[in-house]
C-alpha cells in the first residue's frame, strides 16, 4: 500500500489531508507551526495527530528503505524468489521483514553451517522428503574423511533442519504469538549475594504472571531487578505445545522412517534456538512497549507541570533547605529579578531559631513579600515548620507552599546558571530557582534537563534517547502553545519556540543586550541567523507586549496582519485600540458578532484562519495557563502526628504513576491515593482523573509513621 493510503488509513484521516501535511513536513516546516498556522492545508488537524503522522511517516519510510536493502542483500546471493520478493514486498513491520531476512543473514559458524561445509545438506533435504527410504541407509553415502559414522551423518542432516525450521519466518511468528498468548514470566530471587538494592524487589522474589497481562511498571522494576543481578527471569510455556504447533507445519508424514529424526530436530532447534531466541524478542517487545508506556506518563506529567498557572504579581522569599550548612535565602521581585539573598541557621547543629525568624520576618518587610517557597529537600519538613511560626507570630500577611525541588540542584551548576549568575554560590542559585518556579513555572524549568524534574517513574529504566526527544516534544509543545514574551525571556526558553535553535536564540539574547528591546516582531529579521524561514516559524508564537505594534502581542501571525486589519476596521476600529482597556471590550464584544465564515468570503481567506484571528484580536497578552486553579498556598503546619484515620485534607498532586497518584498534603511525606481509591467509579489509568498540579481533596484512610507511609481516598464516603 502507498504509505500516504496506509497513513490515512492508519490515522482514520483523509488521504489528501495526509498528502499536505506530509507535504509541509518535508519543506522544513515546524509541528507548531502547522497545526497553528497552516489549518486550511492540514483540515484542521491538531498537534497530537501531526506528530503521531510524523512518527510514522518516519517509521514506514525507514521499512520501506530497509525493505530495498534486503531485496538487494537476498538478491546479491541469488536466492531471491518471486515469493520472497512479495513476502518482503508485503512486510508491515521490520519485525516480519527481520523474520524474512533471518536464514539469508550471514552468521557465524553454527552446528548447521558445519555441516553444510561437510556435505549433508543432502542427507537433510531427503529427511525433509519423508520418503519411504530408511535414513540409516541413506546416511550411508555420506560417511567421509569428516563424518566418521551413520549417527554422526544423521545428527548432522538434524541440524541443518533444526536451524532451517528456527528460522523459517512461518514458524517464528507462530511460536512467538503462541508464547505470548500462553507463556509465564517468572521471576526468582538471586541466592548467594548480598545487594543493597535488593530489599526493593522482594515482592518478585518468587513472582510468575501471564506474559499477556503483565502491566508495564513491573516489566520496568523486573528488568532494573534483573540488571542489578538481584532477580532471575525467564518466560516458560507449554514445549510439547510447542513442539506440535512446529510439527503440523513440518511433518507430512508419521508413517515415514524419517518421522523420529525430523521430531528430534523440532525439539533440539526449539530448545537450543527458537525458544531462546522468541523469548529474547518477547522480552524485548514488553519491554519496548513499558518503556512506550513509562515516558508517555512521564511527557503526561512533565506537560500538566510545565502548564501550572503561573502565580503573577507577587514578591517570592525562596528557601532552600538544609541542616549544618543553612538554609538559603533569597527575595525575588514579581519579575523574578534578585533582590537580595542571605543564609539562616535555624536547624542542627547550630539552632539559631529565633535569629532566622528575624532574618525572614526584617526580608518580607524590607522587599514588600506576601509568598514563600519552600523546597521539599532535607530539612524542609523542619523549615517548614519555622515559617509556619514566622506567619503565626510575625507576618500574618504570608503565605507559603513547598515546591518540588527536584532539578534545581542541576539548573544551579549549569552553564547556563553560571552565565546568569556567575558571581553567586550554586546553593543560592538552586534557591533562586525555587523561587521562580511558582512565577512562572514553564519559563524556570524549561531550564533544567526534563528527566531531573522528577515527575515520572523508572524514568532511569528506558530508552534515554526516546525519553528526551518525547521530553523535548513536551516542552516544545507547551512553550509554543503559550507563547514567549520576546523582551524578557531567557535563551533557555526561546530555544523552544518553532524554529529557534540554541544557537539562533542566544543571538537574539545577544541582539536585545546590544540594541535594546525589540520594537516590533519585523526587528527579528536583523539577528544574526535568523533568517526568512526561521521568522516565519517563530514568529506567531513570541509576542512584545510594549511595542510599537499591538498585532505583535498576539498570536496573529505577521502574514496575516492585513487580514487582522481589515476584521478591525470592519467592525470600526483601529490596530492601535487594542491597547485601551476599555475599548478592547468594546472590540470583543463586536467580535464576538462576527460570523468566521462570511468574513473568510468577503475576504477570500481560509475559515480556520480567520476564527483564529477574530479569537487572538480579543485577547492580546492571552496566557491560556491563566484559566487553570492557581496554587494550594498553605498559612500553617501539619505533622505526621496530627494526621488521622478520616481526616479531610486539601492537596496538590505531585505525581501519578500507574498504580495511583502522591499528594502533597502539607507534611513530610507525600501521601499515596492508590488507583483504587482515585474514584467512585472504575478508573482504567489514573491520568483519566488526576494530573500534576490538580488540587484536591482527600480522605486519610491509613498512617503508618514507622515507614512513613500515608493512605489516602478521594472517594466518598459511603
Known amino acids: 500500500m502507498d504509505i500516504l493510503k496506509q497513513l490515512a488509513t492508519e490515522l482514520n484521516i483523509k488521504p489528501k489531508q495526509v498528502e499536505q501535511t506530509v507535504a509541509l513536513l518535508d519543506e522544513g516546516n515546524t509541528i507548531p507551526f502547522i497545526a497553528r498556522y497552516r489549518k486550511e492545508a492540514t483540515g484542521e488537524l491538531d498537534e497530537t495527530v501531526i506528530r503521531d503522522l510524523s512518527e510514522r511517516l518516519t517509521y514506514l519510510r525507514n521499512l520501506e528503505e530497509r525493505k530495498a536493502e534486503v531485496h538487494r542483500l537476498i538478491d546479491e546471493q541469488e536466492k531471491l524468489t518471486p515469493e520472497i520478493a512479495e513476502a518482503i514486498a508485503n512486510a508491515a513491520t521490520l519485525q516480519v521483514l527481520d523474520d524474512i531476512y533471518r536464514p539469508f543473514r550471514p ?128 518466560i516458560q510455556i507449554d514445549a510439547q505445545r510447542a513442539y ?91 519579575f523574578g529579578d534578585l ?78 546558571a553560571r552565565k546568569e549568575f556567575p558571581d553567586l554560590d550554586v546553593s543560592i542559585r538552586g534557591a533562586i530557582s ?85 520594537k516590533k516582531r519585523s526587528e527579528l529579521k536583523k539577528v544574526k541567523g535568523l533568517g526568512p524561514k526561521t521568522f516565519e516559524q517563530a514568529a506567531g508564537f513570541l509576542r512584545i507586549a510594549d511595542g510599537d505594534r499591538p498585532l505583535d502581542n498576539t498570536a496573529v501571525h505577521p502574514e496575516s496582519y492585513s487580514l487582522a486589519l481589515q476584521i478591525l476596521e470592519q467592525i470600526g476600529y483601529k490596530e492601535k485600540d487594542l491597547q485601551d482597556r476599555e475599548t478592547l471590550a468594546e472590540i470583543r464584544g463586536k467580535l464576538k458578532g462576527l460570523n468566521a465564515k ?39 503546619v501539619l505533622s505526621m502526628e496530627d494526621l488521622r484515620p478520616g481526616m479531610i485534607l486539601k492537596g496538590t498532586i505531585q505525581n501519578v504513576v500507574d498504580f495511583g497518584a502522591f499528594v502533597d498534603i502539607g507534611v513530610k511525606k507525600a501521601g499515596l491515593v492508590h488507583i483504587s481509591q482515585l474514584s467512585d467509579n472504575y478508573v482504567r489509568h489514573p491520568t483519566d482523573v488526576v494530573q500534576v498540579g490538580d488540587i484536591v481533596s482527600v480522605r486519610i484512610l491509613e498512617v503508618d509513621a514507622g515507614r512513613e507511609r500515608i493512605s489516602l481516598t478521594m472517594k466518598s464516603e459511603r
Open 107 to 234: 552468521k557465524r559458524r553454527t552446528r548447521a553451517s558445519m555441516a553444510k561445509e561437510k556435505g549433508l545438506e543432502p542427507l537433510a533435504l531427503k529427511l525433509l522428503e519423508q520418503g519411504a527410504d530408511d535414513p540409516l541407509i541413506l546416511a550411508k553415502d555420506f560417511i567421509n574423511d569428516e563424518v566418521a559414522t551413520v549417527e554422526d551423518a544423521l545428527q548432522g542432516a538434524q541440524d541443518i533442519l533444526a536451524e532451517q525450521f528456527t528460522d523459517d519466518p512461518a514458524i517464528r511468528a507462530m511460536i512467538r504469538k503462541f508464547t505470548y498468548d500462553t507463556g509465564i514470566l517468572f521471576s526468582e530471587e538471586v541466592k548467594g549475594e548480598e545487594i543493597a538494592e535488593a530489599q526493593e524487589f522482594q515482592m518478585y522474589f518468587d513472582y510468575f504472571e501471564d506474559v499477556s497481562k503483565i502491566p508495564p511498571h513491573r516489566i520496568l522494576a523486573i528488568n532494573r531487578g534483573e540488571r542489578l543481578k538481584v532477580l532471575k527471569v525467564k
Open 244 to 334: 506440535a504447533l512446529i510439527a503440523k507445519e513440518v511433518i507430512t508424514a508419521q508413517s515415514s522412517p524419517s518421522f523420529p529424526y525430523l521430531k528430534m530436530a523440532i525439539e533440539d532447534g526449539y530448545e537450543r534456538l527458537l525458544a531462546p531466541s522468541v523469548e529474547r524478542d518477547i522480552r524485548n517487545a514488553l519491554t519496548e512497549a513499558a518503556e512506550e508506556h513509562a515516558i508517555e506518563i512521564f511527557a503526561k506529567n512533565l506537560r500538566d507541570l510545565l502548564m501550572q498557572s503561573p502565580v503573577r504579581g507577587r514578591r517570592v522569599l525562596g528557601i532552600d533547605p538544609a541542616f549544618r550548612t543553612g538554609c538559603k535565602v533569597v527575595a525575588v521581585n514579581e
Open 339 to 416: 533582590l537580595e539573598y542571605t543564609t539562616i541557621y535555624p536547624h542542627e547543629p547550630q539552632k539559631r531559631w529565633n535569629e532566622a525568624i528575624e532574618t525572614l520576618q526584617a526580608l518580607a518587610k524590607k522587599h514588600d513579600l506576601s509568598l514563600v517557597t519552600i523546597g521539599n529537600g532535607t530539612a524542609s519538613r523542619e523549615t517548614e515548620q519555622l515559617v509556619a511560626e514566622l506567619i503565626k507570630e510575625h507576618s500574618p500577611d504570608l503565605q507559603y507552599l513547598v515546591i518540588n525541588e527536584a532539578g534545581a540542584s542541576v539548573y544551579s551548576a549549569s552553564d547556563l
Open 434 to 518: 525555587i523561587a521562580r518556579r511558582v512565577q512562572d513555572p514553564l519559563a524556570e524549568l524549561v531550564k533544567i534537563d526534563p528527566k531531573s524534574i522528577g515527575v515520572g517513574q523508572y524514568q532511569h529504566d528506558v530508552n534515554q534517547k526516546e525519553l528526551t526527544n518525547a521530553l523535548g516534544t513536551v516542552v516544545e509543545s507547551c512553550v509554543n502553545h503559550v507563547g514567549v514574551e520576546l523582551n524578557t525571556a531567557s535563551g533557555a526558553l526561546l530555544s523552544h519556540v518553532a524554529g529557534l535553535s540554541a544557537r539562533v536564540a542566544n543571538e537574539v539574547v545577544n541582539y536585545r543586550l546590544e540594541n535594546g528591546t525589540f
Open 598 to 636: 462570511e468574513v473568510a468570503l468577503n475576504l477570500d481567506a481560509g475559515e480556520p484562519t480567520i476564527r483564529d484571528i477574530i479569537d487572538a484580536l480579543g485577547q492580546p497578552g492571552r496566557d491560556p495557563r491563566d484559566e487553570l486553579p492557581a496554587p494550594l498556598f498553605r498559612d500553617d
